[in-house]
């Protein structure tokens, strides 16, 4: 496991990813607002997670893994932007998450999609149950046809797999 956390009577603490909570969190807040993730953010994400990660597993290791862990998402999910499946902004989230929890980018990503799926099914029924009782204009209905497809804000999928990460450590 390539989180470090401290242990107290058996509780653990991961004072470690409250940062990364915290800019994900900010993430997300921005995401849903304008549809976009700061450029801002995501530097102080990187420079937190590299400074924590040179603190908590020391400097060459801890950069390094840091390194990793930022390069992992971005080579990974590339494909992924060029079908404009995921947005950049949502790699770059990725890739702070990377930068606090190194090789751990891999959990961090799978729960993050799994996380994601269960938005959609989550959307899916919502719209489903509200085309059949006949909840939603008749406009609506033809304004979604015309869109083609529905967006959904990816950055709440990432905060839920870290959240999920963390619970698992």
Aim: proline share 2%.
């Amino acid at each position: 496991m390539c989180a470090y956390h401290l242990e107290r009577g058996g509780q653990q603490l991961i004072i470690f990813l409250i940062p990364l909570i915290a800019t994900v969190s900010m993430a997300v807040v921005t995401d849903f607002r304008s549809w976009k993730i700061p450029n801002k953010l995501v530097a102080v994400g990187l420079i937190q997670g590299f400074v924590v990660s040179a603190v908590v597993r020391g400097l060459p290791e801890g950069l390094l893994s840091s390194a990793k862990g930022c390069v992992i998402p971005v080579v990974i999910l590339y494909v992924l932007f060029l079908i404009k499946a995921l947005g950049a902004g949502d790699i770059k989230l990725l890739a702070v998450a990377g930068s606090f929890v190194g090789l751990d980018i891999y959990r961090v990503m799978i729960y993050s999609f799994l996380a994601g799926g269960v938005i959609s099914i989550i959307y899916l029924l919502k719209e489903f149950i509200l085309s059949i009782t006949n909840r939603k204009k008749l406009s609506d209905r033809t304004e979604c046809s015309r869109v083609g497809k529905r967006r959904v804000h990816f950055s709440a999928a990432i905060l839920g797999g870290i959240l999920y990460y963390a619970t698992t450590l």
